[in-house]
């Protein structure tokens, strides 16, 4: 079963603009850690923001934001003001934590892909 | 902090050889992860070592595939035999620590073409 489904393989948000890239996960692990990376063509990826399922806020880590919804299981990602530099392909990716090993590794989904529009 | 360094960027081989690709994970990070990433697709995973130890293995990793982390610092990945369907970008990545909230920092990657 896909642990991680983005349902959107590509978004158009205008410059300045906020988008919403969407997340949901599906885990019985009561322990987990969400991830969102960042892919520009060059191939590189780029770890923007994390969100615990303990913690009881909502991640922030400048214009990135993670509305992270428990009991849906979704944990999706918000850029606000986006710019030019944004395009690139979004990955949302988990990690459970509580099998003997001490945690599984990052699981990905397929990613989204943002292009800004000036 | 140097960040997570992979070589070569690019291969390009025959059906049939061997490749062996190289990673120098961030230094003060004792794990060290290998993915493959085709296209349209997110990184799959294919084995980690925590140190020198090679703890998890996917069944992506077929017997034609090897990876070793001696003395704990950079990895290898060996491919024998090389088929088509092994071309793929292979991503590095390393971490620190056993916790689940410890994020995965990835290299550029190395683009296999088998022709």
């Known amino acids: 079963a896909q642990k991680i489904t983005q349902t959107q393989p590509g978004m158009f948000v205008q410059e300045k603009e906020a988008v919403t890239l969407d997340c949901t996960y599906d885990t019985s692990d009561p322990s987990y850690g969400l991830f969102w990376y960042k892919q520009p063509s060059s191939g590189e990826m780029i770890f923007l923001i994390y969100q615990g399922s303990y913690d009881q806020q909502n991640a922030t880590e400048g214009r990135y934001s993670l509305n992270f919804q428990k009991a849906r299981k979704s944990a999706n990602l918000v850029i606000s003001a986006s710019q030019l530099g944004d395009s690139a392909m979004y990955f949302c990716a988990m990690r459970e934590g509580s099998t003997g090993s001490g945690n599984t590794p990052l699981v990905f989904g397929k990613g989204t892909r943002l292009s800004v529009i000036a | 902090d140097t960040g997570v360094s992979q070589d070569p960027r690019h291969k390009i081989t025959k059906r049939g050889q061997n490749v062996t690709f190289r990673c120098d994970p961030i230094?003060?990070?004792?794990?060290l992860y290998w993915y493959r990433q085709t296209l349209g697709q997110g990184p799959e995973f294919l084995t980690y070592?925590?140190?020198?130890?090679?703890?998890?293995k996917s069944r992506l990793l077929s017997d034609r595939f090897s990876a070793e982390r001696p003395k704990g610092s950079f990895s290898t990945l060996e491919i024998q035999r090389t088929e088509q369907g092994d071309s793929a970008m292979y991503l590095c990545a390393s971490s620190w620590g056993q916790s689940y909230n410890s994020p995965l920092h990835f290299g550029n990657g190395t683009r296999l073409t088998v022709t």
């Open positions: 070592f925590q140190n020198e130890a090679q703890l998890e």
């Open positions: 230094s003060e990070h004792n794990r």
